[in-house]
Structures are given as structure tokens and as C-alpha cells.
């Protein structure tokens, strides 16, 4: 993903969520673009933070995400490296961005991310993630408290800060 697309995304994710406290207005029922659209409002984390340490596990609640997950494509070879169990690159499906310092689950007709994304669970209303085993292999591929994040559910957008790992 180029800079100039992965900033793009982290400032739509950033100002959409901070408008919807201050614009939040019900959804007019009926409208293709409100069925087609999923709603993130709120992601939350749990586990270990630093490296060498497991994928944290990341909760997203919201509506509209559909019943299934979308097709992901395996993502042990990458062009980090060779991995087991490195998870699924999405597309622009499903993906995480941490500020600068990685993105996991993203792929394009350049390739997909070194990190890619294992969903633990679907439902229509709350999807459960982890990382690939590529996760903290390399600089500073893990997440800290503190750090800014994008994430993106089939276009539904939702940044904001990690908090909540020991």
C-alpha cells in the first residue's frame, strides 16, 4: 500500500470516528448504501504488547459485517519471508494499519503485506482477528498501547489508539 493511500486511510479513519460522536444520526432504514455499508464502533484489544510476544486478539463490534468473511488468499510466502500459519491476505477486504510501523492483511497486484490476518471468528455483528506468525518477527511489527491504528472491515473504516494490553 503506497504512503500517500495508507495516510489517506488513517486520516478517514481518524475523522470519521471522531465525527461519529458529534454527527451520529439514525440510519434511514431501506437504503442500499446503508445495507451495503458496515459500521465499526469500537475496537478493542486484549493480550501481550512488545515484541516476541503472541498476535493480541482484536475485537471488532459493530453492524452490516455480513455472516461470512470475506476470501482471503494464504500468506506464508511473502516477500519478508517464508512463514507457518502467517494467516490470510484479504485485499482491501480486511486489513490493519499501525502508523508507520506495519500493516498486516493488505494485497494488491504488488503483493500482499508481510503480516497477514487470521479471523478467529465472523458474525454479522462482531469479527475477532489475530495476526500471522510474521507478527513481531521483524522491528517493530507488534503493537504497544499508544499506538495510533487504521482498520478496515469490507470499507467500513475505524482508527484510533491501542489501549488495553498488558
Not at 83 to 91: I, L, M, Q, S
Amino acid at each position: 500500500m503506497s504512503m500517500a493511500h495508507r495516510l489517506a486511510l488513517a486520516a478517514t479513519a481518524l475523522t470519521l470516528t471522531a465525527g461519529l460522536a458529534a454527527t451520529a444520526a439514525p440510519a434511514e432504514a431501506g437504503t442500499a448504501a446503508a445495507a451495503a455499508q458496515p459500521s465499526i464502533t469500537s475496537v478493542t484489544f486484549s493480550g501481550t504488547h512488545g515484541p516476541g510476544v503472541a498476535s493480541p486478539t482484536i475485537t471488532v463490534s459493530g453492524s452490516g459485517f455480513g455472516t461470512t468473511a470475506p476470501a482471503g488468499a494464504d500468506n506464508n510466502v511473502t516477500s519478508c519471508g517464508t512463514y507457518t500459519g502467517n494467516g490470510n491476505a484479504y485485499g482491501n477486504q480486511l486489513y490493519f494499519i499501525d502508523d508507520n510501523n506495519f500493516e498486516a492483511g493488505y494485497s494488491d497486484g504488488n503483493g500482499a503485506n508481510c503480516i497477514g490476518v487470521t479471523v478467529v471468528s465472523w458474525s454479522s455483528n462482531r469479527v475477532v482477528l489475530r495476526f500471522g506468525n510474521a507478527y513481531g518477527s521483524f522491528a517493530h511489527w507488534y503493537l504497544s498501547n499508544g499506538d495510533g491504528y487504521a482498520l478496515s472491515v469490507d470499507n467500513g473504516i475505524y482508527g484510533g489508539t491501542v489501549s488495553g494490553l498488558s
